[in-house]
């Protein structure tokens, strides 16, 4: 089975804009998370999608939002972006939440 | 409110030798942990778990412990070799608004010396 896809794999943007990131998660997995791994701070959890709805959410503020399409596929946008969301931005799938989550390599945001 | 914490941000050990990360937490209602590692540029990879029934779970050269009442988990690496150097994060699975969550430590650094 192919692993969790994310792309872009690297994504340099200015103060202000707004940016999209995609994830496909594994084949038959319906959960998608995503976390935020910034130096010192470890993965700061964003939210979870199950079957196209948001089923948890971490403390990040509205600029954060995402959404899951009925493939599973799931996409996470950040609006107004400040030179702190640069980060590298995880997405996990698992079958469902209560199964261990697995992994993409991470898009690298890096704002200027 | 960090409810898992990683407390050593970095660990040397020589190669063959023994290597113990440790990990705590603070919410009791935690039912899952797992053990994560995380080269550069890539995502983190699984790496063993265990439920809180269990005290012990065992994969190859790595083991993990848990003791409940101090709520405390650790993962043995024995023999290390300079291939484990990485950043190894634990995380604790609870149960929060109708859905399972997952909270990640802040990660230890492993470097084995060859």
């Known amino acids: 089975k192919a692993g969790v896809t994310q792309t872009p794999r690297y994504l340099i943007k200015t103060r202000g804009q707004q940016v999209t990131l995609s994830c496909s998660p594994i084949?038959?997995?319906?959960?998608v998370s995503w976390y935020q791994q910034t130096p010192g701070q470890g993965l700061q959890f964003l939210f979870e999608?199950?079957?196209?709805?948001?089923?948890n959410k971490g403390n990040f503020p509205g600029r954060f939002s995402g959404r899951q399409f009925s493939n599973s596929r799931s996409e996470m946008n950040v609006s107004t972006l400040e030179l702190g969301d640069s980060a590298l931005y995880l997405c996990?799938?698992?079958?469902?939440?209560?199964?261990?989550?697995?992994f993409g390599p991470g898009t690298r945001l890096t704002v200027l | 409110d960090q409810q898992v914490k990683q407390n050593s941000p970095s660990l040397s050990v020589q190669e063959g030798r023994i290597s113990i990360l440790n990990c705590d937490y603070t919410?009791?209602?935690?039912?899952?942990f797992l053990w994560y590692k995380k080269y550069p540029a890539e995502g983190p990879t699984f790496l063993i778990s265990?439920?809180?029934?269990?005290d012990k779970n065992e994969d190859g050269r790595f083991t993990v412990f848990l003791n409940k009442s101090a709520k405390h988990l650790s993962l043995h690496i024995v023999p290390s070799q300079p291939g484990d150097s990485a950043v190894y994060f634990c995380?604790?699975?609870?149960?929060?608004?109708?859905?399972?969550?997952?909270?990640f430590g802040t990660g230890t650094r492993l470097k084995v010396l060859a």
């Open positions: 996990a799938s698992s079958p469902t939440s209560a199964n261990t989550q697995y």
């Open positions: 995380a604790a699975r609870g149960w929060t608004s109708g859905t399972y969550k997952y909270i």
């Open positions: 265990i439920s809180s029934i269990k």
């Open positions: 919410n009791s209602m935690f039912d899952y």
């Open positions: 084949s038959g997995h319906r959960s």
């Open positions: 999608y199950f079957s196209e709805t948001q089923r």
